[in-house]
């Protein structure tokens, strides 16, 4: 009886330790793998963790990137736009020098015109220019033509005379060629009163001065120049070339000035 019961507890205490071994194999096995399991995860969390900072140092190189990229945008934007009010100025110069060019060359044509007018008129008025009864001169642009009042009229007259237009036919020959200047005829007296039974035609010398200029005007339209080219103009006694204190200057301030002028 004593050895079965013996039996017993020993079966019963081998049965203990085989159930007992089974369960701490299990455990350790769930330890390792809980510590496994923990391990990838700090792996993991570890990888986040430089995936965040990579993430965020990309960010900020990102941020970076668009201030350089925004300012060099905004560089090139102004670069651009300097350049093209650098080329709008350089065209606006280039059409400003172009009409300067132009401006020029028309100039020189008319001083041409009128070096060669000016000529002409010299050579063929060289013997009046000599006896002083014609003076010519050219400055500015302007040429003008001083006839003496006698070789065109006689004394307190305004119809030219025969000898008057003769030399009127040689101005117009040279004159009729010239297109690209107006023609003013302009009409002095001296300081000298209208007197007797003059006064009746011409009250003063505005009226006197007057008619001879438009005299001269209408003959030079009657051989051939343009008469849109052609203007009559009367100064009486109020611009003088010379004193009218003696007889030579009031010969001279009585006259009929030619003159050519640019076109307005």
């Not at 606006?92 to 132009?102: F, V």
């Not at 002409?120 to 009046?128: D, F, I, S, T, W």
């Not at 611009?239 to 009218?244: E, L, S, T």
Request: charged share 30%; net charge positive; aromatic share 4%.
């Amino acid at each position: 009886m004593h050895k079965k019961a013996l039996s017993f507890i020993v079966v019963i205490m081998f049965s203990f330790l085989i159930g007992g071994c089974v369960t701490t194999g299990t455990y350790d096995k769930k330890v390792a793998e809980a510590d496994s399991q923990a391990q990838q995860l700090a792996v993991m969390r570890a990888d986040r963790d430089q995936l965040k900072e990579a993430f965020a140092k990309a960010a900020n190189e990102r941020d970076e990137l668009d201030k350089v990229l925004k300012s060099k945008t905004d560089d090139l934007s102004k670069s651009i736009a300097d350049l093209r009010q650098k080329t709008a100025d350089l065209e606006a110069e280039n059409t400003r020098l172009k009409a300067d060019l132009a401006e020029l060359k028309k100039k020189e044509a008319e001083v041409v015109t009128e070096s060669n007018t000016y000529k002409q008129l010299m050579q063929e008025m060289k013997g009046e220019v000599a006896k002083g009864q014609i003076t010519i001169s050219e400055l500015k642009g302007k040429l003008t033509l001083d006839v003496v009042d006698k070789i065109l009229f006689a004394s307190g007259q305004s119809e030219v005379t025969k000898e008057g237009l003769a030399v009127l036919k040689r101005v117009n020959d040279i004159l009729k060629n010239v297109k690209d200047k107006s023609i003013r005829i302009e009409g002095h007296t001296d300081n000298v009163r209208i007197k007797g039974a003059l006064v009746k035609q011409y009250p003063t010398n505005w009226e006197l001065s007057a008619a001879r200029a438009i005299n001269v005007t209408k003959y030079l339209q009657q051989q051939g120049i343009d008469p849109a080219l052609l203007s009559a103009t009367a100064f009486g006694e109020y611009k003088p070339i010379a004193g009218n204190d003696t007889p030579e200057g009031r010969a001279k301030n009585r006259r009929i000035a030619i003159i050519l002028l640019p076109k307005e």
